[in-house]
């Protein structure tokens, strides 16, 4: 397959602890928004906006539920013609038991051989397993495309799921990163209105975040967030935020829509913008000098 992107053939080098995005497209401005889509008439649509990420589930399987392969491919040739920069994401459904590694590693090499960046694997099963099948997907995405190309792996640990003896939502940076993903996603499994905050405190969203950052991971959020969350959650410097429900006329099992896509973007671009410039002022404000004429150490407004 050839290179999209131009630069993708010969990607510089990344600082220590930088995840290794696709494309490493360290210009784009985060938190990246991604856009679940259920079909390809979606899809379509989605492309026709810069969203960052454009995510193919079925929502009617629960929050990983993967589209059919029929789906996966024409996007990717959609995406490959109309705006292929935009980068794509495929949900592989969940791992339960062992024996699930196997079907997840072979959606993940498909991913891979049609040119995604991004698959995610729910892991509703014990540590231990979490880690071995994290290690057979990883290995599949690698052994079907080029390192610069393959599809990244995002683990996935929903925050509601009461599922005994599974893996702890606030323990996945660790067992992610010792099975070789490349990122980490916080998420809702069950959708009753509640969302990602109303089941994890910003205090320990932050922490998430600085796990997966200080294991040069990437840092998703999701679960049924809307607008209103954004000012909350942007301040955590997430790379990516999920969004499906809120992009929906009415609901996630709804249709894409295209006013709500514009209106959520929007307000991702303020949220992000209002952060930068806060970041400024602080930068700004603790290089100016005192009375002595040398620079003073003040408190940050983060």
């Given at each position: 397959m050839p290179p999209r992107g131009g630069s993708i053939a010969s990607p510089p080098a990344l600082p220590r602890g930088v995840p290794s995005w696709p494309r490493h497209p360290l210009h784009y401005e985060r938190p990246l928004l991604l856009a679940s889509v259920a079909c390809v008439e979606e899809a379509a649509l989605?492309?026709?906006?810069?969203?960052?990420?454009?995510?193919?589930?079925?929502?009617?399987?629960?929050?990983?539920?993967?589209?059919?392969?029929?789906?996966?491919?024409?996007?990717?040739?959609?995406?490959?013609r109309v705006a292929p920069q935009t980068l794509l994401s495929a949900a592989l459904g969940e791992i339960r038991v062992p024996g699930d590694a196997r079907r997840m590693a072979s959606r993940a090499?498909?991913?891979?051989?049609?040119?995604?960046?991004f698959v995610k694997v729910g892991l509703a099963c014990a540590a231990a397993t979490a880690e071995a099948a994290l290690v057979a997907v990883v290995a599949a995405s690698r052994s079907a495309a080029a390192e610069a190309l393959r599809a990244r792996v995002i683990a996935v640990s929903c925050v509601d799921a009461a599922v005994p003896?599974?893996?702890?939502?606030?323990d996945l940076?660790?067992?992610?990163?010792?099975?070789?993903?490349?990122?980490?996603?916080?998420?809702?499994?069950?959708?009753?209105?509640?969302?990602?905050?109303d089941h994890l405190s910003l205090e320990e969203a932050a922490r998430f975040a600085g796990e997966c950052r200080g294991r040069g991971m990437?840092?998703?959020?999701?679960?049924?967030?809307?607008?209103?969350?954004?000012p909350r959650l942007v301040p955590?410097?997430?790379?990516?935020?999920?969004?499906?429900?809120?992009?929906?006329?009415?609901?996630?099992?709804?249709?894409?829509?295209?006013?709500?896509?514009?209106?959520?973007?929007?307000?991702?671009?303020v949220a992000r913008r209002s952060i930068a410039s806060a970041a400024s002022r602080d930068r700004q404000a603790a290089a100016a000098p005192g009375p002595d004429g040398a620079p003073v150490q003040r408190p940050t407004s983060r």
């Open positions: 989605a492309l026709r906006f810069p969203i960052g990420i454009i995510d193919l589930k079925d929502p009617r399987d629960g929050a990983l539920g993967a589209c059919r392969p029929e789906v996966w491919r024409t996007t990717a040739a959609l995406r490959d090499a498909l991913a891979a051989r049609l040119g995604f960046d003896g599974a893996l702890r939502p606030m940076p660790l067992v992610a990163s010792l099975g070789g993903a490349d990122g980490c996603l916080l998420d809702t499994a069950t959708k009753d209105g509640r969302s990602l905050t990437i840092v998703a959020l999701a679960g049924s967030l809307g607008i209103g969350h954004l955590l410097r997430p790379d990516v935020i999920g969004a499906r429900g809120a992009l929906c006329r009415e609901g996630r099992e709804g249709r894409l829509d295209r006013g709500r896509l514009i209106l959520f973007h929007d307000a991702l671009r």
